[in-house]
């Protein structure tokens, strides 16, 4: 596997692992039917991707993402830190569209500084990007 392959696999298990974990965190947090629906079927596509990208590299016998448990621990915190006072859900909204934002910058980085990188890397990292566009449409009916 190239190593641009790589990099670009890994910051899509990065980012659909964070994009998961932010969701397990804020569900127990929401009072609203729809919008906890809609964050579970997010989630839910994080995980075929994050599968997606996982599949890729183990058939090219690459290295997968290993998260760790202090960046896990930190985001879980970040978001408990600015729940503390407000869950309503505008405010979740508002977090998770962030959330989408970093992802989508991250995604784009990455891909502009590894493009030699084969067309099904790049493929699931543009289909990544737009999910996220179309995620921050999504919690824009939230606010």
């Known amino acids: 596997m190239k190593h641009d392959d790589a990099v670009i696999l890994k910051e899509i298990q990065k980012n659909t692992q964070m994009g998961m974990t932010a969701i397990d965190t804020i569900l127990d ?65 508002e977090l998770m569209i962030r959330g989408s934002n970093r992802g989508i910058t991250s995604m784009w980085k990455v891909m502009k500084h590894n493009q030699l990188a084969t067309g099904e890397a790049m493929e699931l990292a543009r289909e990544l990007v737009d999910f996220e566009e179309k995620n921050i449409e999504r919690m824009k009916e939230y606010l």
């Open 29 to 93: 947090m929401i009072g609203d039917d729809d919008f906890s629906l809609e964050l579970s079927k997010q989630s839910l596509r994080y995980s075929e991707i994050h599968n997606m990208a996982l599949d890729k590299i183990l058939e090219n016998q690459g290295e997968v993402y290993r998260g760790n448990q202090i960046s896990d621990m930190m985001l879980k915190g970040n978001i408990h830190m600015n729940t503390a006072l407000n869950i309503s859900k505008e405010h979740l909204a």
